[in-house]
């Protein structure tokens, strides 16, 4: 894990850059069902292999959601945090798209 402590004015500097990079996770079939289950969201495209195969991406694809909630596995690789920060908890997010 790499943890850069910054001020608040460099944070405010590095909005819409690139934080850095982590190493390839790999996001196999296992792992999709699993989600799916997690989150009762079954739909073909991502679970059913046979008919995702004849679909518009040629095989099945992770969840939307799947991609966000790893999110918080990623910003543990590579963490920056204003000067003085005792804790960070995953408050939300805005905008999301």
């Known amino acids: ?14 909005v819409g850059t690139e934080i850095g990079l982590t190493d390839w996770l790999e ?3 296992e792992r999709i069902n699993k989600f799916a289950d997690c989150t009762l969201d079954r739909q ?3 679970v059913d292999e046979k008919m995702a195969a004849k679909g518009p991406f ?3 694809i992770a969840h939307g959601f799947l991609t966000v909630s790893l999110l ?3 910003s543990e690789k590579h963490a920056i945090v204003p000067e ?6 995953n408050y939300g997010m805005n905008k999301l798209r």
Not at 1 to 14: A, F, G, N
């Open 58 to 60: 040629g095989k099945t």
């Open 1 to 14: 894990m790499t943890v850069e402590i910054v001020s608040i004015d460099e944070m405010k500097k590095r």
């Open 84 to 89: 003085g920060t005792k804790m960070t908890v």
């Open 72 to 74: 918080s596995h990623f």
């Open 27 to 29: 996001i196999d079939q």
């Open 44 to 46: 073909w495209i991502h």
